[in-house]
């Protein structure tokens, strides 16, 4: 086998491994068929190269062969593990006490509080955490047929010192030669590809599963090598998906007259609990992208006895219901889940404006953690900071490509535009769309006042005199790796670029002002001369630019005016 280094984003609840492919020149995350999450048939998001952050305890026995099994039999730092998919499938969902989640918080806390049981034998954080990383080691080298001899975790900037040193003692101990760590929020800039040329204040956004996480941070000149960066301000909410699986359940119960928090508090019903929060995250993901989902999963027999008594309540429906876009979007903000951020946000603002960092001065903002994609949120932070400042095409896995870049000492450049942009023109004859490129993916900026340069002839497509010279510019969304990634539209709405096909997403960023200059005296229909002489160029700040000259007036209508800020 031959040495690789590789980068592990740990995560309460999922973890995701990546590498840097010096083929493609990139970071892979890389997909362990045995232990990963399997993708099912009705699920909106890809978590399929996601590990669940689970152990199952094994006895010695179970893990080794004869005559070992009989050596280690009553010896408990012998135990083994099932970690991942393969942990979840042997519990069942029933929580046994060999069942272990939450392994990481529970290590940067204390790593010696007791969170497993094996028979006789208790296990600790800094337990789990050994057998979870043994295993996930022997998983990549079967697989891959690669051992592991580095290895770089992201940490949470707020964990103490503790945690990083458990980490590497822990893999030290699994054969791990070379052990690194990089603050997460620095993880998520380098796998956003930000550039690390000069000093940036960035905000990082971190909405899992359990928390929702803001830190600004400063990175200065040459952060990126070292991996770590200056916290400016931070603040935590302990609101995740999960908290919002539960209010899903709270709805699905009430339409049907059961008390939630009853089943949900009776150990003789905790199965079909997880299996009711199971569908609830189905729903929730499917209502990422579409606009209704069914709750298929029908109240049980055993939940009977959990009926809410009030006045004139119907008989429950035994019919499957339905949950709207809208109505997912009135849940969240019944349960007050934008005031949370927006409270957050400013309470992060306002700490670092004491520190003389205003709103302003802030170049990014990292949206990391598969609930930035409930809906509604992204809307929000877009509203405030602005488009062109929001980087969210992948929450699930910027953390694990920054990682695996800083392992490999690949740092990535963000001198350049990562979309395409062009404007909208329509066939004469046929009246079909189409698209001309204005600024192709990969171009670097500044660029000269005319990078691009046509003469246009306004259509005049209802057949009057055309008075407005507009062109509506859009933003095509390609993706940047293999794998799940997401752009949202003009209007807040979310849609995956998933699809292992040639097409792009196509979003128009100026519909509703696309006006590029006034026509004195208008154009007139018939009239096929160029009228216009257009221009268009990206300044230092990323704005693309336009130069408008009437040929008929000899005339400029616009000199170098912004127009969108590109990303």
């Known amino acids: 086998m031959k040495d690789s280094r590789f980068a592990i984003d740990l995560g309460t609840t999922n973890t995701v491994v990546a590498r840097w492919n010096d083929d493609l020149g990139r970071p892979e995350i890389i997909r362990l068929e045995d232990i990963c999450r399997n993708r099912g048939i009705n699920t909106a998001i890809d978590d399929s190269s996601t590990i669940p952050s689970s152990v199952y305890l094994l006895p010695p026995e179970e893990c080794y062969g004869f005559p070992l099994k009989y050596l280690y039999r009553n010896r408990q730092k012998y135990t083994g593990g099932l970690i991942g998919r393969r942990a979840d499938e042997q519990d069942g969902g029933l929580c046994s006490d060999r069942y272990i989640t939450g392994f990481k918080p529970a290590l940067a ?46 940490i949470p900037v707020d964990f103490y010192e ?19 760590t990089i603050d997460e929020p620095v993880a998520a800039a ?17 909405f899992g599963g359990g928390t929702l996480d803001l830190a600004l941070i400063r990175m200065k000149e040459g952060s990126g090598n070292a991996g770590h960066c200056t916290v400016i301000a931070k603040t935590g909410v302990p609101l995740g998906g999960n908290t919002v699986d539960e209010w899903i359940l709270q709805k699905v119960c009430s339409h049907y007259g059961y008390d939630a928090a009853a089943i949900a508090a ?5 199965w079909w ?34 009926n809410v008594p009030f006045p004139g309540r119907r008989e429950h429906s035994r019919k499957p219901i339905d949950i709207t876009g809208e109505e997912f979007h009135d849940l969240l903000r019944e ?53 062109d400042r929001v980087r969210a095409w992948q929450p699930f896995n910027a953390v694990a490509f920054g990682a695996a870049a800083f392992a490999a000492e690949k740092v990535y450049k963000d001198d350049h535009i990562t979309h395409d942009y062009a404007f909208i023109t329509y066939d004469r004859k046929s009246h079909d769309k189409q698209y001309n490129i204005i600024i192709p993916a990969g171009t670097g900026f500044p660029t000269p006042p005319d990078l691009w340069k046509r003469q246009l002839t306004p259509t005049c497509a209802l057949g009057v005199p055309e008075r407005l010279f507009k062109l509506v510019i859009c933003e095509i969304g390609k993706k940047h790796v293999v794998g799940q990634e997401f752009m949202w539209d003009e209007k807040g709405s979310l849609h995956s670029l998933d699809q292992e096909t040639e097409s792009s997403l196509i979003v128009p960023l100026n519909e509703s002002d696309p006006t590029l200059g006034v026509l004195d005296p208008p154009h007139q229909p018939g009239d096929v001369h160029a009228r216009v002489d257009l221009s268009f160029m990206i300044n230092e700040d990323k704005w693309l630019c336009a130069t408008v000259f009437d040929l008929l007036t000899g005339k400029y209508l616009f000199r170098e005016r912004p127009v969108i800020r590109l990303k």
């Open 335 to 387: 349960k007050g889940l934008y005031d949370i951020i927006d409270r957050a946000v400013i309470a992060v603002l306002e700490r670092a404006g004491s520190m003389g960092v205003n709103e302003k001065d802030i170049s990014d903002v990292l949206l990391v953690g598969g609930s930035t994609l409930l809906p509604g949120v992204y809307k929000m932070i877009e509203d405030r900071f602005g488009r």
């Open 162 to 180: 503790f945690y990083r040193a458990r980490l590497q003692k822990i893999t030290r101990e699994a054969g791990i030669k070379y052990f690194r």
């Open 190 to 206: 380098l796998g956003y590809g930000l550039s690390m040329s000069e000093g940036k204040n960035i905000l990082v956004i971190d």
């Open 273 to 306: 609990y997880r299996m009711l929060l199971a569908e609830s995250c189905r729903i929730k993901e499917s209502l990422f992208l579409n606009e209704r989902e069914t709750f298929y999963l029908l109240p049980s027999a055993i939940v009977e006895g959990k």
């Open 109 to 154: 806390v204390s790593g010696y509080r007791f969170i497993g049981k094996l028979g006789k034998w208790n296990f600790t954080a800094d337990d789990a955490t050994r057998i979870f990383f043994r295993s996930l080691f022997n998983s990549i080298e079967k697989s891959r047929k690669i051992s592991v001899s580095g290895l770089t975790c992201s």
């Open 266 to 270: 009776d150990p003789s019903s905790h």
